[in-house]
Nanobody
Framework: FQLAESGGDWVQPGGSLRLSCTSS????????VAWFRQAPGKRRVAVAC????????KYVDSVKDRFSIYRDNANNMVYLEMNSLKPEDTAVYYC?????????????????WGQGTLVTVSS
């Protein structure tokens, strides 16, 4: 599996972006997929996760009610819709394929990472 993110950009505070994640070498459809982010000078942290059938979605507190994770298995895509963006959301965003269909703990059972896409929120 190789994962590829896209959609990162510069946006003003309060703006919105949609990040996309797809894979090559295999389909994401049977796996949980998570989004992580790494701000400058900080460690990588979890943002959200979605199970294979979208039955389970979970978010870290800092993005709840602002971010939405969803997927289109027919087209092998997972998305992170980000609204009401704040400067503290500035980071490189990574998608990650979980080893299993469910999410489980964010940091466990991750088999593949993408290269990341940069989101910059500033005025």
């Amino acid at each position: 599996f190789q994962l590829a993110e896209s959609g990162g950009d510069w946006v003003q505070p309060g703006g919105s972006l949609r990040l996309s994640c797809t894979s090559s070498g295999g389909s994401l459809a049977r796996y949980g997929v998570a989004w992580f982010r790494q701000a400058p000078g900080k460690r990588r942290v979890a943002v959200a996760c979605i199970s294979d059938t979208s039955l389970t979605k979970k978010y870290v507190d800092s993005v709840k009610d602002r971010f939405s994770i969803y997927r289109d298995n027919a087209n092998n895509m997972v998305y992170l819709e980000m609204n009401s963006l704040k400067p503290e959301d500035t980071a490189v965003y990574y998608c990650a394929r979980k080893r299993y269909s469910m999410c489980g703990p964010y940091d466990m059972n991750i088999d593949d990472w993408g290269q990341g896409t940069l989101v910059t929120v500033s005025s």
